[in-house]
T-cell receptor, first 114, second 113 residues
Framework: GQQLNQSPQSMFIQEGEDVSMNCTSS?????WLWYKQDPGEGPVLLIA?????ELTSNGRLTAQFGITRKDSFLNISASIPSDVGIYFC??????????????FGKGTKLSVKP | DVKVTQSSRYLVKRTGEKVFLECVQD?????MFWYRQDPGLGLRLIYF???????EKGDIPEGYSVSREKKERFSLILESASTNQTSMYLC????????????FGPGTRLTVT
């Protein structure tokens, strides 16, 4: 099936640093989503993007929908220990008013040193 | 708030056993999904359902089946568990039509020995 390339696979950063991760695809998507998964839990939706070029923030998180509709990035500013977890991107295509299934990246594992 | 619950957080089963993983959502969502999550492989779609008694294969359906007898409940069945089915299993649901993403349950970590 389709695949998303998510990078980096893992990051080890110091508390207070900014974080950047991205996803690219060979396919065009109508929606880009970013999820966070805490250890031992299911993924939780952080940000949804619906238009090419859209820039959306949620607290210290900022995500952008790439102009080509084939990529997206997520930034976390001033990281804190509770940012630890796995971040997933997901792309979604819409068909005649209905959403297609999500295509997930393989995740970016974030570790934050206090 | 949407709530997706899964019947067990942890399960240990023996090779060859029939295993049932249950998922229930309380928001009247039409669409339900089963994924497995493995390190380095991300989330892979096993089966999904857009309506009661309806099911569709995802990317990795081999060795699994599903049942959707009621709108709120979607069951994943391992007919004869094998060690390569040791994994984290995640259930998700969403409303039909264009909606932002899926809501996930907490996951079931299944170990097959």
């Amino acid at each position: 099936g389709q695949q998303l390339n998510q990078s980096p696979q893992s990051m080890f950063i110091q508390e207070g640093e900014d974080v950047s991760m991205n996803c690219t695809s060979s396919s065009i998507f109508n929606t880009w989503l970013w999820y966070k998964q805490d250890p031992g839990e299911g993924p939780v939706l952080l940000i949804a993007l619906y238009k090419a070029g859209e820039l959306t923030s949620n607290g210290r998180l900022t995500a952008q929908f790439g102009i080509t509709r084939k990529d997206s990035f997520l930034n976390i500013s001033a990281s804190i220990p509770s940012d630890v977890g796995i971040y997933f991107c997901a792309g979604q295509q819409n068909y005649g008013g209905s959403q297609g299934n999500l295509i997930f990246g393989k995740g970016t594992k974030l570790s934050v040193k206090p | 708030d949407v709530k997706v619950t899964q019947s067990s957080r942890y399960l240990v089963k023996r090779t060859g056993e029939k295993v049932f993983l249950e998922c229930v959502q309380d928001m009247d969502h039409e669409n339900m999904f089963w994924y497995r999550q493995d390190p380095g492989l991300g989330l892979r779609l096993i089966y999904f359902s857009y309506d009661v008694k309806m099911k569709e294969k995802g990317d990795i359906p081999e060795g699994y089946s599903v049942s959707r007898e009621k709108k709120e409940r979607f069951s994943l069945i391992l007919e004869s568990a094998s060690t390569n089915q040791t994994s984290m299993y995640l259930c998700a649901s969403t409303r039909a039509g264009v909606s932002p993403g899926e809501y996930f349950g907490p996951g079931t970590r299944l170990t097959v020995t």
